[in-house]
Nanobody, 122 residues
Framework: QVELVESGGGLVRPGGSLRLSCVAS????????VSWFRQSPGKEREFVGG???????WYGDSAKGRFTISRDDAKNSLYLQMNSLKPEDTAAYYC????????????????WGQGTQVTVSS
């Protein structure tokens, strides 16, 4: 199996920035699509951004222009740089992986981290 561990969350004021990290262990993620999702209380889990095995990027509407996803294969790590944060970005953020084509469907991802909390408040 693949173990995913997120870190980097915290409390930030509106307009601020955070960089989330996700470290994978158990196996390498070659040919995997890896993505970030988020979930706030009372809402369904939402796609934030993903990166494919060939380096293509996809972003959800709420992330476009503000968030950037990247990966470092040598470190088996996935990153989410979040800028211009808004209160509505407050959520638990999860990294996820699947061994197939890119998708934004939660049910299609095989492996999930435990989540890291991001709170945006003044």
């Amino acid at each position: 199996q693949v173990e995913l561990v997120e870190s980097g969350g915290g409390l930030v004021r509106p307009g601020g920035s955070l960089r989330l990290s996700c470290v994978a262990s158990g196996r390498t993620l070659n040919n995997f699509c890896v993505s970030w999702f988020r979930q706030s209380p009372g809402k369904e889990r939402e796609f934030v951004g993903g990166i494919s095995w060939i380096g293509n990027h996809w972003y959800g509407d709420s992330a476009k222009g503000r968030f950037t996803i990247s990966r470092d294969d040598a470190k088996n790590s996935l990153y989410l740089q979040m800028n211009s944060l808004k209160p509505e970005d407050t959520a638990a953020y999860y990294c996820a992986a699947r061994d197939g084509d890119w998708t934004d469907r939660v049910s299609e991802y095989h492996f999930w981290g435990q989540g890291t909390q991001v709170t945006v408040s003044s």
